[in-house]
């Protein structure tokens, strides 16, 4: 990746702080955390702490997901510009443009490890993907079970007066 963009990125994320929401230390206890089992032995408290630590959590990885998906794109560009490069120097066979990008790759060592690096930037955008729907679904979860503990307590405190 170009080093302008690296640097860019690297500043923008240190001006938002994003780099010190990394992830907390205890979200293993969190995904440890058994609800059939261990729910009603839980106090509120620590319902409360796993629903903000998994919060945090979803910060890092939103900013992991956003930086490979940035890198992702910067390496299938330049890939891009180099293979087009090539063709259009004429040094390249094939009847269609997907052959003689396919060719291009082939015969260019170079190319290969661009199209390398791109696959493996591209794998781990694809490995974060989507990662923050079920966190987000277990976010809310342990909130609706903290509502419905607030609602017994104050029913039953209504209820002794």
């Known amino acids: ?28 206890d969190v995904f440890a955390f058994k609800p059939a089992v261990d729910m009603e032995a839980t106090d509120s ?21 956003n930086t490979s998906r940035v890198i992702a794109s910067q390496k299938k560009k330049v890939l891009e510009r180099k293979v087009q490069e090539l063709i259009q120097s004429g040094a390249t066979e094939g009847k269609t443009l997907k052959e003689r990008e396919a060719n291009a790759i082939a015969m260019d060592p170079e190319l290969q490890a661009l199209e390398l690096d791109y696959d493996e930037a591209a794998a781990e955008r694809d490995l974060l993907e989507g990662l923050d729907k079920p966190i987000t679904e277990l976010i809310n979860a342990l909130k609706s079970e903290l509502r419905r503990r607030a609602e017994e307590r104050n029913h039953t405190s209504r209820e002794r007066y």
């Open 45 to 65: 408290q620590t319902l409360s702490r796993y629903t903000i630590i998994l919060a945090q959590y979803l910060i890092t990885l939103q900013v992991r997901y």
């Open 1 to 28: 990746m170009d080093e302008r963009i690296q640097n860019r990125l690297l500043e923008t994320s240190t001006a938002l702080s994003l780099y010190s929401a990394s992830s907390p230390s205890e979200v293993e």
